[in-house]
């Protein structure tokens, strides 16, 4: 199977909605209430003054979101509180919010090194590490390419799906980064993206990355390093299925990256898929503390916004259950075929 562009999302018909859990109620509501509270203000850098969470931030803060850094402090609510503002204040700092952020870091991707591509068996989008790619020399810049693409990862995550799995291939004769990106990359991994890491298989391991490897395994999260795998067979162990699984790691994906084409389709994906999730959190009320499986599924959203757009809604006379069933069938194939191949082709035209 011959492929030059990124793949749309699958479904997940496996996926569950994440609840809150009974005995997390009382400390989750603590961290909710503390980044609703009206009055809450965000410290930026020193030079700037406490300023209210923009939009997109609350759109970050997110159910799930709050329940990841509660997870990650293992319950401890200032710590989660403390983390949460930190990780804003990082977000703000590092420029994800910069109109012209994609550009910046795209002198990064012209080979494919850090590559979106595929899911697992469990939906997780796969992110490729090729450090034999490797096309600049060794900058800040390479960071913040690297949790750009993540952050693309994030944004075609299904509903009920949390996290990315990392694909690193050290053959060819793969350059490992130095010390000082390997700490920083690990550092931002642990604190800005708790819960984010599903898996990460590790191939063709030459004696000086694993020499690199050693040293560094001393600053890994012990629950992190459960979920590192060295030199797997992703396909013998069900981890992979061969359809999303490029060649070089045994599977039938016959990729060739050619920027010009990846690029800007990888963009109008994520692009599409980020700003139908914001619509729908804003007709959910945008707010903090919305669940992302609601702006996600679609599942009732879709339908109440195809209600309110044919005036059947704020008091209206109300639909027959058929026209119910109706509605919601069409706006849910009219999403189906928006996220297409064909139709991302054609709304990218």
């Given amino acids: ?30 961290i909710l209430n503390h980044f609703s509270d009206p009055e809450f203000r965000l410290k930026g850098d020193k030079e700037q003054e406490k300023t209210e969470l ?5 759109f970050w803060l997110s ?3 709050l329940l990841r850094y509660l997870r990650a402090t293992k319950g401890d609510v200032p710590h989660a509180i403390t983390r949460l ?9 590092y420029g994800f919010y910069r109109p012209d952020f994609p550009e910046h870091v795209e002198p990064e991707g012209l080979t494919g090194k850090c590559l979106l591509l595929g899911y697992d068996v469990s939906g997780r989008p796969c992110v490729y590490l090729i450090p034999s790619k490797q096309n600049t020399e060794s900058s800040e ?17 299904g509903p009920g799906t949390e996290n990315v799995a990392l694909l690193i ?21 642990q604190n800005h993206y708790p819960e984010r890491l599903g898996k990460a298989f590790v191939i063709n391991i030459p004696w000086y990355v694993d020499m690199f490897l050693k040293m560094i395994w001393p600053f890994v999260d012990p629950i992190t390093k459960t979920k590192v795998h060295f030199n797997p067979n992703v396909l013998k162990e069900s981890l992979m299925s061969p359809d999303m699984l490029i060649r070089e790691w045994g599977g039938d994906v016959d990729f060739t990256y050619e920027h010009d084409q990846f690029w800007p389709e990888m963009l109008h ?81």
Avoid at 54 to 58: A, F, H, L
Wanted: with cysteine.
């Fill in 269 to 349: 994906l994520t692009k599409e898929r980020r700003e139908g999730n914001m619509r729908r959190w804003r007709f959910l009320g945008a707010k903090v503390g919305i669940s992302e499986w609601e702006y996600k599924d679609g599942s009732g959203v879709l339908r109440m916004e195809e209600l309110e757009k044919k005036g059947q809604t704020n008091g209206a006379p109300a639909l027959e259950a058929n026209e119910y069933e109706d509605v919601e069938r069409e706006a849910n194939e009219d999403l189906e075929r928006e996220m297409s191949p064909a139709g991302l082709v054609a709304a990218g035209a």
């Fill in 141 to 157: 810049r390479q960071l913040e390419y690297t949790y750009f693409i993540i952050e693309c990862a994030i944004d075609l995550m």
């Fill in 169 to 189: 291939n050290f053959g060819d004769k793969g350059k490992s980064p130095p010390m000082w990106i390997a700490r920083n990359m690990l550092h931002i991994l």
């Fill in 85 to 93: 503002e930190s990780t804003l204040a990082w977000r703000r700092s």
């Fill in 54 to 58: 923009t939009e997109y931030e609350k």
């Fill in 63 to 65: 159910q799930e979101c």
């Fill in 1 to 30: 199977m011959a492929v030059d562009r990124p793949f749309p999302p699958p479904p997940h018909p496996e996926a569950k909605p994440i609840t809150v859990p009974p005995h997390d109620q009382e400390k989750y509501n603590t």
